[in-house]
């Protein structure tokens, strides 16, 4: 199985370097040197990586064959891509890859269905699953402890305890209902 775990950025000074942004929670085993990462584009790969440094927060690559800012900023925008065992998990018995989360149900703790998971998307606060619903309509869940409380993969499905009005519509406004209250007085 191929797993997305990089995204290269721009150049990093004149001797190829390149800053990456991970998409990987064990950047040290995926891109570690010597690993020898697929891409997409394709045609730009594969690429084995040659060193790696952190500099100022941000993690630095150099792959083989790559020497110069010109050849670096080629590669710009390209995914970088590991071969994984598919019965692979991770080491945390609370962290899952992106594969394992894809098509699970999701449904209420007390079994109401909510829909199927299709996408996870990664952004810098938190992930969120886009689920599916029933009838064809989409929700977003930040995959965060306090909503998603239980992923059983034997049984696959994520059980959810959603906040009101995260699912529905019964959120309730809290400065109307307060608005209300005061004009009553």
């Known amino acids: 199985m191929q797993l997305v775990v990089a995204r ?12 990456v942004e991970v998409r990987t929670d064990e ?8 690993a020898v990462l697929a891409t997409d584009p394709a045609s730009a790969g594969p690429l084995t990586i040659e060193t790696g440094r952190v500099h100022s927060g941000r993690l630095l690559l150099r792959f083989e064959g790559v020497r110069d800012r010109n050849a670096a900023e080629a590669l710009r925008n390209t995914l970088l891509i590991a071969d994984v065992d598919p019965d692979e998990r991770p080491e945390e018995p609370d962290e899952y890859y992106d594969h394992q989360l894809m098509d699970l149900d999701v449904v209420l703790a007390d079994g109401t269905e909510v829909g199927r998971i299709t996408e996870i998307s990664h952004l810098a606060s938190q992930d969120l699953f886009v689920v599916e619903r029933p009838d064809g309509s989409e929700v977003m869940i930040p995959f965060v402890a306090e909503i998603v409380t239980d992923i059983d993969l034997d049984e696959q499905r994520a059980v959810i305890d959603p906040p009101p009005g995260l699912i529905d519509d019964r959120a309730e406004i809290a400065s109307s209902r307060d608005a209300a209250e005061d004009d009553e007085r």
Do not use: M, N, Q
């Open 27 to 34: 950047p040290e085993l995926r891109l570690a040197p010597g």
């Open 8 to 19: 290269i950025g721009r150049a990093h000074g004149i001797k190829g370097e390149v800053t």
